[in-house]
């Protein structure tokens, strides 16, 4: 797909036009070829002289007939325009006149989520809600006839069988439906709004609850996640012995160490595809690092930072962990497509997959969780060796898989890296790690089963409870704002009468 820049159609006539994709020449304004492949617009050459675009225009833009510059930024559009066509005629299916329906619209959605490079899991969550609830209901509906009745039947019908968060998911799915059908082309006025005095968020009841808050009582206390991990050791430990005793394929996995994974999750706040995605050097860095942000931290005494050196703790070729600042950095995510992690071709993302937020990030991690990571680099590290030790899982599937792939996707050409792809499958992980360990778990109820993902909502209330700042829990989460975590994620309205009373009592 062409790069994307700014969107727009013109009133000009464009040079060439095939499969949607148009070629117009350049004016004062813009002094470049453009080529507009489905509203996305690139500029395709250098700025032509201003002064040689009239004559140009006069000929045709005909490469025998005008300036040597221009000519050369014409055969430079005419070959991109070319390719342009030879990629829509594959990707791009461009609705008939008259063919402006509902489908025809969640078809350029779905387009526009590709050409953007938007996360597999959140192009199949589009697809999945228009498949399911969007398109038998309104699907041969036009677009110029589309209003608010159209929309609330959809979400009427999707009310039957859904929870309030699908409902939310479904009303902002449309919603960007109707945006892109305000955006040029347009297929709907601008004044149009089918969304109009729709109501789809889930409205809270009593003052103080979020819409979409898990309570305390669906949330996993602390004692549960310990008896979880311990449960999960022994879990770990049986099958990793099965299996490598097997005497036709015996296969070597690191189960007995999946414990840590409920700890990281429920304590540090990750994640579980953050979570699955976490290899060694995510935790530790080469020694000079580690002394350099020791040294560089003005904050600490001189008598601080001595302490600080001594107590650094060195691991196998040159990495180190202090114990000062004990971090994770999260900077990728497991991507799944259906429930099978989707392993990248080498020339893109190790994982294929940026975290939630974009961005990279970093958490804490508690004293108590020091001793078993330190031993788990280490074991890691010692077995890899310096090339592939770094890179490997801390919570693999099976064993360690490992590829060579671009630091760069954009350049795969550039500097690569060993990238561990043993991902777990998620359906496995549940049915053979987490729903038997949870059987075997005491005080964990057994119905109904808290889902895997509420580690994370534990990591919220746990944090609060042992003093962290809003702010840090909000940034160890990878939120956007400390209002959405409070919402979504902190104690409230009911939840926080307890703790009150605790705190009113001597006053």
Not at 201 to 215: F, I, S, W
């Amino acid at each position: 797909m062409p790069a994307k820049g700014s969107t727009g159609t013109t009133r000009r006539k464009p040079l060439r036009s095939d499969r949607g994709v148009k070629l117009y020449g350049p004016t004062p304004a813009k002094p470049f070829f453009r080529v507009v492949v489905v509203g996305q617009v690139e500029r395709t050459s250098a700025a032509v002289p201003v002064d040689e675009i009239a004559p140009a225009m006069a000929r045709g833009f005909d490469p025998r007939e005008i300036d040597r510059a221009v000519a050369a930024a014409r055969l430079e559009a005419d070959e991109l325009f070319d390719r342009s066509v030879a990629w829509a005629k594959v990707n791009v299916r461009v609705a008939k006149r008259g063919e402006r329906t509902i489908d025809a619209l969640c078809d350029r959605r779905l387009q526009e989520l590709r050409d953007k490079g938007r996360a597999r899991g959140t192009y199949d969550k589009a697809e999945s809600l228009m498949r399911l609830y969007v398109r038998p209901v309104i699907g041969a509906v036009d677009v110029a006839q589309w209003n608010n009745s159209h929309c609330e039947t959809v979400l009427r019908a999707a009310s039957k069988s859904c929870h309030s968060e699908r409902i939310a998911d479904l009303g902002t799915l449309l919603r960007s439906l109707v945006t892109l059908a305000h955006r040029k082309p347009a297929w709907l006025p601008e004044g149009d709004d089918p969304l109009e005095s729709v109501e789809y968020m889930t409205k809270a009841h009593t003052q103080g609850e979020a819409a979409r808050y898990v309570p305390l009582s669906q949330r996993p206390s602390t004692e549960q996640v310990d008896s979880l991990a311990s449960a999960m050791r022994e879990r770990g430990l049986q099958v990793q012995t099965y299996l490598a005793s097997r005497p036709e394929a015996p296969i070597m996995i690191d189960r007995g160490w999946g414990w840590l994974l409920p700890q990281v999750a429920g304590k540090c706040g990750t994640r579980l595809g953050e979570t699955y995605a976490l290899v060694v050097i995510n935790f530790c860095n080469h020694r000079p690092e580690v002394e350099a942000r020791i040294d560089g931290d003005l904050s600490l005494s001189p008598a601080d930072r001595s302490s600080r050196l001594r107590g650094i703790i060195d691991l196998p070729h040159g990495f180190a962990i202090n114990p000062g600042r004990r971090v994770i950095a999260v900077t990728e995510t497991v991507e799944w497509s259906g429930s099978k992690p989707h392993i990248a071709p080498v020339d893109e993302r190790a994982s294929g997959k940026e975290t939630k937020s974009k961005k990279d990030r970093w958490t804490i991690y508690p004293m108590s969780l020091l001793g078993p990571i330190v031993e788990r680099c280490t074991e890691l590290l010692e077995r890899f060796g310096p090339d592939l030790g770094p890179a490997a899982l801390m919570f693999p599937e099976h064993d360690h898989r490992f590829v060579h792939v671009p630091i760069d996707s954009k350049k795969p050409a550039g500097p690569k890296r060993w990238q561990d792809q043993d991902w777990w499958n998620r359906s496995d992980f549940r049915k053979t790690m987490y729903l038997k360990s949870v059987k075997a778990a005491a005080a964990w109820p057994d119905t109904p089963t808290f889902p895997c993902e509420n580690l994370r909502h534990h990591f919220a209330t746990w944090a609060k409870r042992n003093g962290y700042p809003d702010e840090l829990i909000t940034h160890c989460m990878g939120h956007s704002s400390v209002s959405y975590t409070q919402q979504r994620y902190f104690r409230t309205g009911a939840d926080t009468i307890p703790q009150g009373m605790s705190a009113s009592e001597h006053l």
